[in-house]
C-alpha cells in the first residue's frame, strides 16, 4: 500500500528578532544590526544572538563572541533582546500560519510545520497556498519568511532553508532524492558539526554519498537516528504533523507519607518539585510567567499563592525564587504539612525553542 502523500510546507520567519526590532525601529532598516550582549566597546563579553542579513556580509553570526563582532563590524547597530517582543509577534504570527493548516506544528518560536494536504495535493497548489502565506505574513505582520515545500516535514524543512531571505522551494514530490542528493550532508537536521567531521572522515560530503550507503552501515554509526537518517535522505521519512495544543499550567503535587512538622523538609520537596517541573517545561520548549505553590495543611486546609514574572522566563532560578518567598507566610504557622505542590502557569513558546536535538553521538 502506498503511504498516503502529504503536502507539508515548512515557515521559517527571515532573521526572526532583527526583523521584529527593524519593524519597531524603521531606522535599523538596510543597515548592519546586531541583537545580543553589550559589545562594551569592543570589551563586552556574551554573544551575538542574531543578526541582520547586512551584519552577515560581514562575517557576522549568531553565537559569535560579541567582541569579536564589534572588532569586524563597529559601525553595526548593536541592541540587547527584548523577548517580551519577540514572543508577542512569534505569537501573532503563529495564529496567521495556524489558519492555513489542516494540522500546524510550531518548532520554535520563528517556525512552524503547516500540513496543507486537503487543500494542496499538489506542488502546484501548494505553491499557491505558499503564497498566500507569505503575502498574509507580510500584509498582517510586515515581516517576511521563507518558506519550503515537500511531501514530508524533513524535505520542507531542509528546503526553506535553500533561498532565504523571502525565498520559496518546492521539493518534487516525486523526486525527494534527487532534490537532496546534490546538498551537503550539514542540511539535515540532527547533523552538526560533530557527526558531519566524522562523516567528512568517512569520505561522505553530500547527501548523494549518504544515499548509496547500505542501510545498515547508517544503523551502526548512528543507532536508532540512523533509521531515521535513512528515512529522510531517501525521502521516506513519514513523520506527521503534530497538532500541539499549550498546556495552560503545568503542576507537581507531593503528599507526605508522615505529615511534615520540620519546615525545611517542605522547602526541600518544595524545590524538588520545581526541578522536575522545570524539567518538563524544558523538555515542551515553554516558558512561563506565573509561579505558584499549593499547600495543604493536616486537615485539608488547603492555600494556594502565586507570582507573576516581570516577563516570560524558561529556566530554573525565577521558579525556585518564588516558590521560596510564597512559602515563607507559612513557615511560622507551624502546622504539619500534608502536601506541598509546584505550578507554572502563563504559559507560551520558549524565545529559544524545544530543547533541540544534540549532535548525534556517533556509536
Ligand atoms: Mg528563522
Known sequence: MQPQRRTI???DLDAFYVSAEVRERPELKGIPVVVGADPEGGKGRGVVIACSYEARKFGLRSGMPISQAYRICPQAKYIPPSWGLYERTSEEVMATLRGFADKFEQGSIDEAY????SGAADEQTAVKVATAVKSAVRQKHGLTCSIGIGPNKSSAKIASDRNKPDGMTV???RGVRGFLSPLPVGVVPGIGRKTGDFLHEKGISTIGQLQALDGKQLLTWFGKNGVWLWGVIHGEENV???QQEMPKSLSVERTFKDDATDFRLVRKEAADGAAELMRRVKSGG???RVAGIK???RGFETHTREKTLVSHVDDEEPLKEAVEGLLDEFEASGKPVRLIGVRVADIQRSASG???LDDWTVT
Open 9 to 11: 510546507l515548512h515557515v
Open 114 to 117: 503547516l500540513d496543507v494536504t
Open 171 to 173: 521539493v518534487p514530490f
Open 240 to 242: 506527521e504533523v503534530r
Open 286 to 288: 515553554y516558558a512561563y
Open 295 to 297: 499547600i495543604r495543611f
Open 354 to 356: 524545544p530543547s533541540r
